[in-house]
Every structure is written in structure tokens, then in C-alpha cells.
């Protein structure tokens, strides 16, 4: 019997304490600030921490500061249509010849671009910036329909990056209009090859579309990461002596 009184005691003890937890604190409001890190936390540099970090920074340095080639001018990423989504999308479509592939267009989702490129030199660093996910080159097909399924999920984001040839009109709360492919209408029952980001082909960024895809190639071992395709090209553009350019063509046009 004074087991069971014991166990009740306690029992309305501990109910009495979390009622009383419950009742002294209640959320008033939430406060942030941004902290600013600048180079004024220059002026009086920690000299024990440059030494323990210098070790390190050798290491990173080797890795990150060698050059792959240069760009011509300051680009980066913004919707409906930019310099930088323009490359990076056009990039996909010529990484497709590694893969045996023939993509007609490519998508490259305008969150997954995390930096600008410099006018000038471009370092691994540099791209590893731009490209900092493990998100890999894939290749699926979508047909017409689902295409055109696409191109209006596309246009509710206000514009993701997409290769050359497309030409898409879109309203400013993210309608579709009208979408061609190299001049023509897109044909509900033909078949599309599209080249993209493992990340995208699962539906991500609510381009649902892609989940419809057939015969998926999606290969998943590190050096197909889209870093380093984009890396090859700047490689092969600095061999030919070329600086790397793109230009905005309409691609992506918002129409009141």
C-alpha cells in the first residue's frame, strides 16, 4: 500500500512541476542580427591562429588555386534569365558527348548556382563555389507533353537556366505563354532528350515533370559531379586559347 501512495506521490509531483514550467515562460519575440565578417577582423590578426591554420591553408591552397581558365566577363545567376544559368545549362548539353548522349536541351536549376564568376582567371576554387553540391550529370527523356508539362513548371519558379534553343515567354506571376525548341512548337507525342542534374530528375524544385522521365542515365561515381564537367570545359575552351563567354538571348522573356 505505501508502494502505491509512494508511486501516485511522485507521480503528482512531477505533473505539478511541468505545470508550473509550463505556466512562468511564455515567447515575448524573436530577435536577429547579421554579423558582418570583413576584412576590419584583419587589422589585429590572431597570430596564434594564422599559425595553427597555415599548415592547412597549404593543403586547401594546392587544391583549390589551380587555374582551369578564364571567363570573359563578370557573370552570375538571377531569373528570369542570366549570363551564368545560360553557360551552366549549355555546359550540360556539351558534356553529353562523354556519355554517348545527344541531349536537345538541358536544364540547370538557378538555386543550385551558389556564386558568380570573376571576370578573368578561374580557379577550382572558383567553380567549386559555383557548384559546391554532389549533384551529378543525368539524362532522360520526357515526351512532348511532359515537356510542355515542364516548361510551365518552369515558369511558376519565374525561370530556371535552360540550354540554347529554347525560347520560352512567361507572365510575371509565372504563367506560360508560349515555349519552342530551336523554332519549333513542341509535338505532344515526339520524344525529348534532356540533359540535367540528378537533383532535378527526382522532382526537386518542384519540376515534377522530371519524375516522368524514361530510360534514365544517371551516372553516380564522384567524377560525374557537374563541377567537374564544368571544369572540363573551361579546360578545353583555355587549350583553345578561348576565354569562356556567354550572352543573354531571350531565352526566358516575361511578357506583361
Request: glycine share 8%.
Amino acid at each position: 500500500m505505501r508502494k502505491r501512495e509512494l508511486l501516485v506521490g511522485c507521480s503528482l509531483l512531477m505533473l505539478a512541476m511541468v505545470s508550473s514550467c509550463g505556466t512562468h515562460y511564455r515567447l515575448a519575440n524573436v530577435e536577429r542580427s547579421r554579423i558582418l565578417i570583413d576584412k576590419r577582423y584583419d587589422v589585429q590578426p590572431d597570430e596564434r591562429a594564422a599559425a595553427f591554420l597555415a599548415p592547412y591553408k597549404v593543403a586547401v591552397d594546392s587544391i583549390m588555386e589551380p587555374e582551369v581558365g578564364t571567363i570573359a566577363k563578370y557573370m552570375a545567376a538571377q531569373r528570369p534569365e542570366s549570363e551564368l544559368s545560360n553557360l551552366l545549362a549549355d555546359i550540360l548539353v556539351w558534356g553529353g558527348k562523354d556519355y554517348g548522349e545527344q541531349p536537345v536541351m538541358a536544364v540547370y536549376n538557378i538555386g543550385g548556382i551558389r556564386a558568380s564568376f570573376a571576370e578573368g582567371k578561374v580557379t577550382y576554387g572558383n567553380v567549386n563555389d559555383v557548384a559546391p553540391f554532389e549533384n551529378k550529370i543525368c539524362f532522360l527523356t520526357l515526351t512532348g507533353t511532359q515537356l510542355k508539362e515542364l516548361f510551365t513548371q518552369i515558369a511558376s519558379r519565374g525561370g530556371e537556366g535552360v540550354s540554347h534553343g529554347v525560347t520560352m515567354e512567361i507572365t510575371p506571376d509565372g504563367r506560360l505563354l508560349s515555349a519552342r525548341l530551336n523554332g519549333q512548337e513542341i509535338a505532344d507525342n515526339e520524344t525529348y532528350r534532356i540533359a540535367t542534374l540528378d537533383y532535378l530528375a527526382q522532382g526537386n524544385d518542384k519540376l515534377l515533370a522530371f519524375k516522368k522521365g524514361t530510360n534514365l542515365n544517371s551516372p553516380q561515381t564522384t567524377e560525374n559531379n557537374v563541377r567537374f564537367i564544368i571544369m572540363n570545359y573551361f579546360r578545353e575552351q583555355k587549350r583553345m586559347g578561348k576565354a569562356v563567354d556567354a550572352q543573354m538571348e531571350g531565352r526566358i522573356v516575361i511578357k506583361e
